[in-house]
């Protein structure tokens, strides 16, 4: 007979069950050395190996990926599980796109209700150039701190990189102001060495909540290189405000959901940035005519490393198709300094 349950049973039945318990061997590529897929082994396309171990799920349905960045580069193929060590093949045409890449391989098992994920295997597809990077940054983002401070950007040694090589490195920022461009000449001491430049705070500081993108050329013995682009966002000393009920948007960042919450718009608004006594304002605007809201404070010790919980005196019906929040410190030093701009559609 069926019983029927509630969705809170079906719950804590679920959490009862025995989950299966695998631990997956690390998948590899054939030929790479070291974390290393050379040009040659990437002219020859590649085979991707996961190795059979004791009581793996023969004929059980699987996914392997190769992961880089730009993600639309990245690779996956969906198959089986063989009675012995499961193979793909990467064509070379396909393989030689991951020039110059840093590459993270994993495959997983589709058995709910774990779905059983490898450890990850990092590689570098090796090229004669390859693409710069920022020390201090962190997930594609430039750490506040290293904002204030200055950044290495570091070129990785490579065969374009030898003695005589004419480099020119570009950094853009969002910022008018936060735009350098540095022109150097290796020397045999610089051969097969990282080359690493110190970017100052002043090409930083302006492009906060902002980016930068880095590129540089090498020009050696009548060839020239030109690396791939690397973009990064760089920290503000603020947070955004964040409304409490928001959903992700397409056009717009998000839109404001419908709350039954009488006494006003939640807000929250980090004190990241601000230290005691500074005056932080927030600031809210809607697209009709006296929907606007202005509140101002100066923190105390007890609110500084904590949220902000502000409530907008307006209902969602008064809004029309949008609204927009901020905010601005004026620390006691004297600086201001303001958040980014937070912009939400409503949700009708």
Avoid at 72 to 83: Q, R
Avoid at 128 to 150: K, M
Avoid at 228 to 239: A, I, N, Q, R, Y
Avoid at 289 to 307: A, E, F, N, S
Wanted: charged residues 20%; negative net charge; aromatic residues 8%.
């Amino acid at each position: 007979m069926v019983h029927l349950i509630t969705a809170q049973d079906r719950q804590k039945i679920e959490e009862a069950m025995p989950r299966v318990q695998m631990d997956l061997p690390p998948p590899s590529i054939d030929g790479a050395v070291d974390g290393r897929i050379s040009l040659v082994l990437l002219a020859q396309g590649l085979t991707v190996r996961i190795p059979f171990f004791e009581g793996q799920p023969v004929g059980q349905y699987m996914h392997i990926g190769l992961s880089v960045d730009p993600p639309g580069l990245s690779w996956g193929e969906w198959g089986t599980i063989s009675e012995g060590d499961t193979l793909f093949h990467i064509p070379l045409d396909r393989a030689m796109e991951f020039r110059g890449m840093a590459a993270r391989l994993e495959y997983s098992y589709m058995m709910a209700p774990d779905y059983p994920t490898s450890p990850t295997v990092s590689y570098l597809a090796e090229d004669e150039i390859y693409r710069p990077l920022v020390d201090e940054a962190r997930d594609w983002v430039i750490p506040l701190a290293a904002a204030n401070q200055g950044v290495n950007v570091r070129l990785r040694a490579s065969e374009s990189l030898s003695s005589g090589a004419l480099v020119s490195l570009y950094w853009h920022g969002s910022a008018f102001e936060g735009s350098l461009v540095q022109h150097l000449r290796l020397t045999d001491s610089d051969a097969g060495k990282d080359v690493v430049l110190r970017i100052d705070p002043r090409y930083l500081r302006p492009n906060k909540y902002g980016t930068v993108r880095l590129i540089y050329t090498v020009q050696n013995n009548g060839r020239q290189w030109v690396s791939l682009l690397t973009d990064l966002s760089v920290e503000g000393d603020l947070k955004a405000p964040n409304f409490v009920y928001s959903a992700p948007g397409y056009i717009l960042p998000g839109s404001l959901e419908p709350t039954e919450e009488a006494d006003g718009i939640p807000v929250t608004l980090s004190t990241q940035g601000m230290a005691v006594g500074d005056a932080v304002t927030y600031i809210f605007s809607g697209d009709k005519l006296g929907i606007t809201y202005v509140l101002r404070q100066t923190l105390g010790p007890h609110q500084v490393g904590h949220d902000l919980h502000i409530k907008v005196p307006f209902k969602i019906a008064q809004l029309s198709s949008y609204c927009q929040a901020m905010s601005i410190v004026e620390r006691v030093s004297g600086e201001i300094v303001g958040s980014p701009l937070v912009q939400v559609g409503v949700a009708v």
